[in-house]
């Protein structure tokens, strides 16, 4: 059984940053993509930032500049940097995998619990 683990959620003032983490445990044998997600109430959920098994990374427009990815393999965990806050980043946060755990089988995607991030004065 494949887990996404996330923490580091929180209320933040605006301005200021926060850091998510993630997690994978169970039995596979390697994770391709990596990406976080977010859904604030009443909205879809929308993609925040890729990062690829080679560290090649991408960026939703809105986040660019403020929000860094990264990935440390040996660990199997993925990490989002969030600087400057701001209100319009409240939402929940999911991480997300594409985790090959069955070599008879494609990589499928496994998704972490959600991580409230808050940002308010």
């Known amino acids: 059984q494949v887990q996404l683990v996330e923490s580091g959620g929180g209320l933040v003032q605006p301005g200021g940053s926060l850091r998510l983490s993630c997690a994978a445990s169970?039995?596979?044998?390697?994770?391709?993509?990596m990406n976080w997600y977010r859904q604030a109430p009443g909205e879809q959920r929308e993609l925040v930032a890729t990062?690829?098994?080679?560290?090649?990374?991408n960026y939703a427009d809105s986040v660019k500049g403020r929000f860094t990815i990264s990935r440390v393999n040996a660990m199997n965990t993925v990490y989002l940097q969030m600087n400057s806050l701001k209100p319009e980043d409240t939402a929940v946060y999911y991480c997300?995998?594409?985790?090959?755990?069955?070599?008879?089988?494609?990589?499928?995607?496994?998704w972490g619990q959600g991580a409230q991030v808050t940002v308010s004065s």
């Open positions: 990062i690829d098994s080679g560290g090649i990374t």
């Open positions: 997300n995998g594409l985790i090959n755990s069955d070599v008879r089988r494609p990589p499928y995607a496994y």
């Open positions: 169970g039995r596979f044998f390697s994770i391709n993509v």
